[in-house]
């Protein structure tokens, strides 16, 4: 039985572990994956996905949407811009030492080693060109290009007009293209030739 995001956020509210916990398993991955984006780090995302589930759990009783996805994404998305601050303020490690993570590889979809390990050269020069946006645009990009939100649920998430959001994903794409093309040796010549 599927229970729905509603049902869930209910019975959390009313103090139902065991609901919140659904939504946590519905949601982690969203959650994480988010996070690892603009973080450019696993183990950071980790910390930042278990402390947006402890805050989202405080709030749950304040929460008055219907859609719980640009809500979790929204705290998430704060605690990561607190984390990159954090991180600002006494710098622990590189962020290009957690580039090369297997959850950022695409998944091989036939055509033989030689296709899987371009695909593999383009997704990593793809993460390093969006490690180089700012917090802003990276947010938008991860939000529309990687995970598939709208505009408009982008820009619930970022707490950002439809419009901004338009321009940033332009100018973060733009970035991103620029960068790729610096890096044209490393990449496929099929990809190199639509730059």
Same mark, same amino acid.
């Given at each position: 039985? /599927?229970?729905?995001?509603?049902?869930?956020?209910?019975?959390?509210?009313?103090?139902?572990?065991?609901?919140?916990?659904?939504? @946590?398993?519905? $949601? *982690?991955?969203?959650?994480?994956?988010?996070?690892?984006?603009?973080?450019?780090?696993?183990? *950071?995302?980790?910390? =930042?996905?278990?402390?947006?589930?402890?805050?989202? $759990?405080?709030?749950?009783?304040?929460?008055?949407?219907? /859609?719980? =996805?640009?809500?979790?994404?929204?705290? =998430?998305? /704060?605690?990561? $811009?607190?984390?990159?601050?954090?991180?600002?303020?006494?710098?622990?490690?590189?962020?290009?030492?957690?580039?090369? /993570?297997?959850?950022?590889?695409? @998944?091989?979809?036939?055509?033989?080693?030689?296709?899987?390990?371009?695909?593999?050269?383009?997704?990593?020069?793809?993460?390093?060109?969006?490690?180089?946006?700012?917090?802003?645009?990276?947010?938008?990009?991860?939000?529309?290009?990687?995970?598939?939100?709208? $505009?408009?649920?982008?820009?619930?998430?970022?707490?950002?007009?439809?419009?901004?959001?338009?321009?940033?994903?332009?100018?973060?794409?733009?970035? @991103?293209?620029? *960068?790729?093309?610096? =890096?044209?040796?490393?990449?496929?010549?099929?990809?190199?030739?639509?730059?």
């Amino acid at each position: 039985m /599927n229970i729905g995001d509603l049902e869930l956020i209910r019975r959390s509210k009313e103090g139902d572990l065991n609901a919140f916990n659904e939504i @946590v398993e519905r $949601y *982690h991955r969203q959650v994480f994956n988010t996070a690892a984006r603009i973080l450019g780090s696993t183990a *950071h995302a980790d910390d =930042a996905t278990q402390e947006t589930f402890i805050s989202a $759990y405080r709030a749950i009783g304040k929460f008055r949407g219907v /859609n719980l =996805a640009p809500w979790l994404l929204r705290i =998430a998305k /704060n605690q990561c $811009y607190d984390m990159l601050r954090a991180m600002r303020r006494r710098p622990a490690d590189s962020l290009e030492g957690n580039l090369m /993570n297997p959850s950022f590889q695409p @998944v091989e979809r036939g055509g033989g080693p030689e296709e899987a390990t371009l695909l593999s050269e383009l997704a990593a020069e793809i993460q390093r060109a969006i490690l180089t946006l700012p917090e802003s645009q990276r947010l938008i990009i991860t939000l529309v290009d990687v995970q598939g939100f709208s $505009y408009d649920a982008a820009a619930q998430v970022a707490g950002i007009s439809k419009g901004t959001v338009k321009s940033r994903l332009s100018r973060a794409r733009a970035r @991103v293209r620029d *960068h790729l093309r610096g =890096a044209g040796e490393l990449l496929p010549p099929e990809f190199r030739q639509t730059l």
